[in-house]
């Protein structure tokens, strides 16, 4: 099982509009809300791909309720530790484009923290995998993502880490097998490249793969259009698997840049588009690079 | 008692967003949640100055239950009947001036509405004024405030309607002792002014009262600057309690220009600057005009 973890959880809702114009009212004509949050979309994709999953959290107040709801009737399976807080919401307003207000995430108490732990440490005994996605709420420490990652080894559990600025730089000082930033957010944090096992995301420009054992850069056979949103996610899905099944990095690596191209083929963030990823997956170009570090 | 319906009552909730930029990001620092809708507005700007007043409207899901929650901290009383849907929200984002998005209402089914009658009849009973304000939910029928007045008239409490379009329309019909449309809504609604008491809101112009008595136009004595929304639901609290205490005209009119003035200096709908109400009414200048009509 593939154990995936959002602590700053989210209800994602949908506007869809003909144009966003300021200072004007728009009618909306009908909402979308989704369960969201980046684990959550690993571990939907993980489920669309017939994987054993289960989504992990912090989740509270009638927001969160929603949230189960709705990962309920799309058979997403998930133990979130309850909080007193209201789970918050990301509203999206699309027209041609997105435009996100992003709500901060509710108090979080050192109890609700401890009492997540302890759930933590049981499911990740089960989890071939523990993957630990986004940012962390305001209150927990800031070496939480450290902390699991200890946690999860314990257990027997490999880890993936895919977050950026302090939350990343904390956390891999506990040594996580792989992280994930993209390339803005491996500057930023000032890790030393060649001090972890990692998967540099480059948009278009496909994945760079950079491990003790050489690196390795992928492409994909073609540009795709559409929606990024959730295309990191689809690659870390893609790389727990990975990680769970020992996949070899040239191979890892081919298969993350085409689950993540079939992400942005779909409107939806937790989305892939199936057929796509099994088209592109036959021909991801995989090359071994010179280390660029 | 002065009892307000608002049948598409909303969860109002507030983004304040230093410039909001299409096709970006937004991390909002703090959520506002409001109760909202016309009626509620009317009730909560009663309830501040001191008179006895009921919400009442179609109130349900988690929605629903946070709007009676933050109505209970107000202390502002309410009555609703329950639903099975979910109450909409409308989120504004707010920068130098308001976008904002208005969420379709719930379903409504036919025993909804048939209950919400009943419960209306024993409220109305209790009251001296109905105020009847905003929209229609889409699945009721077209005449429902046409009913409403109606089952007012039958309990002897007076009727004020302030609502557009075809629900104005309609709800005429059935000869409310006052409506309150802006000078669009009248002209849109096709109907005869001289049938019917009414007052005219027309922005920094003041208000025209047209009644069977005659017509009187009042100014305000400055123009003020501010949040034009929530103007109208407080020019209807000051014309409910003229309807309620049988307030000459000139006087009524009066008291509607300086409420409403007094909302327009405060950033929320439904909140009125007492001290601004205080100054200005006894400054309105009232005067015996023609009828335009």
Redesign the interface.
């Known amino acids: 099982m593939i154990l995936t973890v959002t602590l700053n959880l989210a209800l994602d809702v949908t506007?869809d509009?003909p144009a966003?114009?300021?200072?004007?009212?728009?009618?909306?004509?009908?909402?979308r809300h989704r369960a969201g949050g980046k684990g959550v979309n690993v571990a939907r994709v993980l489920h669309t791909l017939g994987h054993e999953t289960v989504a992990t959290g912090l989740c509270g107040g009638?927001?969160g309720?929603?949230i189960e709801r709705e990962l309920t009737a799309s058979s997403v399976p998930y133990d979130f530790t309850p909080i007193g807080g209201d789970t918050r919401r990301v509203?999206t307003?699309t027209?041609?484009?997105?435009?996100?207000?992003?709500?901060?995430g509710p108090a979080v108490s050192a109890a609700e923290w401890a009492e997540f732990q302890a759930r933590f440490t049981t499911l990740a005994a089960h989890a071939g995998v523990v993957v630990l996605s986004g940012s962390l709420p305001r209150e927990l420490p800031g070496d939480a993502y450290a902390v699991l990652t200890w946690l999860a080894h314990r257990a027997g559990a490999k880890v993936l880490l895919d977050s950026g600025g302090p939350a990343l730089r904390a956390g891999s000082a506990a040594r996580p097998d792989l992280i994930k930033p993209n390339a803005a957010e491996l500057t930023e944090s000032g890790l030393d490249p060649r001090a972890l096992p990692l998967v540099v995301s480059r948009g278009p420009d496909g994945m760079l793969a950079s491990t003790p054992e050489g690196c390795w850069e992928a492409l994909p056979p073609e540009i795709l259009r559409g929606n990024p949103t959730g295309a990191g996610d689809a690659a870390a899905a893609a790389l727990a698997l990975a990680l769970r099944d020992g996949t070899p990095w040239p191979s890892a690596l081919a298969d993350a840049v085409a689950l993540s191209a079939s992400a942005v083929v779909t409107p939806v963030a937790g989305d892939v588009d199936l057929a796509t990823y099994y088209r592109l997956k036959q021909h991801v170009t995989v090359r071994e690079v010179p280390c660029p570090w």
């Open positions: 506007y509009v966003l114009t300021p200072h004007t009212t728009h009618r909306i004509g009908a909402v009638p927001t309720a929603q509203v307003v027209d041609a484009d997105a435009t996100i207000f992003s709500e901060p």
